[in-house]
């Protein structure tokens, strides 16, 4: 290899291990700055020159820390009952919340509740085999025609986008795998690629 090949074998591969980095802290930076921003401006007009910056923060985290406790009261519950039930009646906008809301829901749920594991899906006709998360193995209260005894549903997330797809298969077609539905998740989104640091 060339000097010109190997200065440029070295400069990629350093840029390719600060680009992570650099792309992670400009989102914090960029995602503070924009809290700040959009909380001083009251303050400001408050307080006026008693405010001082990263006071825009703080005000952020305390209302954060205030919404999650009005929100274990009973008030609140209904409160977010009403609002759900109204956004969720919207056209297209009713959609996309109700859906992130479920995701959110389910992702932020325990890893122990049953139904919920990790599994590798066998496609025997096509010598295939696929990542997925069980998401129900219950069909009692499901529409007419769904699922059955036999059947478990699983949702099988796709790579480098936010999607995927639900199956309803035999539970024999099923292998539970020795990872978290956050493992797998994470595993199927970014193609299985293998880390390559040196240790």
Known sequence: ??????????????FLTLLPLYLTLYFLI????????TFSKPLILFIGEYYFPGLGLFTAFLFILFIGL????YVAQAINKLVNSILNKLPLVGEIY???????????SSDKIEGKEAVMVHVESMDLKL??????????????GIGNAKM??????MSY?????TVYVPKKSITTINMTQNEALKW???GGIKNEEKK
Not at 1 to 14: E, Q, T, V, Y
Not at 30 to 37: C, D, N
Not at 161 to 165: E, L, R, Y
């Open 1 to 14: 290899m060339s000097l010109n090949g190997k200065i440029s074998s070295i400069f990629w591969r350093g």
């Open 30 to 37: 960029w995602l503070l700055s924009s809290i700040e921003t």
């Open 70 to 73: 009005i929100m274990k009261m």
């Open 98 to 108: 109700n859906s992130i809301q479920n995701l959110t829901k389910y992702l932020s």
């Open 131 to 144: 990542i997925g998360i069980v998401t129900r193995k219950d069909f009692e209260d499901a529409p007419e």
């Open 152 to 157: 478990v549903s699983v949702y099988l997330p």
């Open 161 to 165: 986008q936010i999607g995927g797809f």
């Open 188 to 190: 199927v989104f970014f």
